[in-house]
């Protein structure tokens, strides 16, 4: 199988608005210009990841079927207007955690890069030629760490900085799908 190139994104903050620990369906809405980028790396050809730390869990704030709940929402949102998103990977240590086994430190937990790793291994993904796209320094150095591009998220317009990473890194997919 050839590995193809792929988008990575954190989601809290950078997909959906972070109310602070965010898992109530009541609590989603958009950051501003998410689902145009979704639909926009979609109609690119190129697959979408969430890789997001849900340390909540791990807190006990709320349960894993809480947060697979909430991105299967997401999921669902996303296909509405156009955007596909073919896998999350999660991790729910955290350094406060009250669970036991899910205290840090923890290689997954960005800023480590294990679930970009495992993702890409999942999906045959070049890593080389992918992009992660988070709202957190620890985003972007999980991304490089996984030997992709990165860029910090500033919260304002997604679809614009979609559009930016599509023309650095994926100008030949504009070319041939527009």
Known sequence: MINKPAIFLDRDDTLNVDVGYTYKLADFR???????????????????????????????????????RFNNHLISEAATHGGHIKDV???????????????????????????????????????ANSVMIGDRDSDVAAGRAAGCHAYLFD????HA??????????????????
């Open 30 to 68: 958009w950051v501003p210009g998410a689902p145009e980028a979704l639909r926009l790396f979609s109609d690119a050809g190129l697959d979408v990841f969430i890789v997001t730390n849900q340390g909540g869990i791990g807190q006990g704030l709320f349960t894993e079927n809480d947060m697979h």
């Open 89 to 127: 990977a999660f991790c729910p240590h955290h350094p406060e955690a009250v669970i036991s086994t899910l205290l840090t430190p923890c290689p997954y937990r960005k800023p480590g890069h294990l679930m970009i790793m495992d993702l890409a291994k999942r999906w045959s993904l070049d890593l």
């Open 161 to 178: 900085l979609a559009r930016h990473v599509l023309d650095q890194h994926f100008p030949h997919l504009l070319m041939e799908r527009f």
């Open 155 to 158: 919260g304002t317009d997604l």
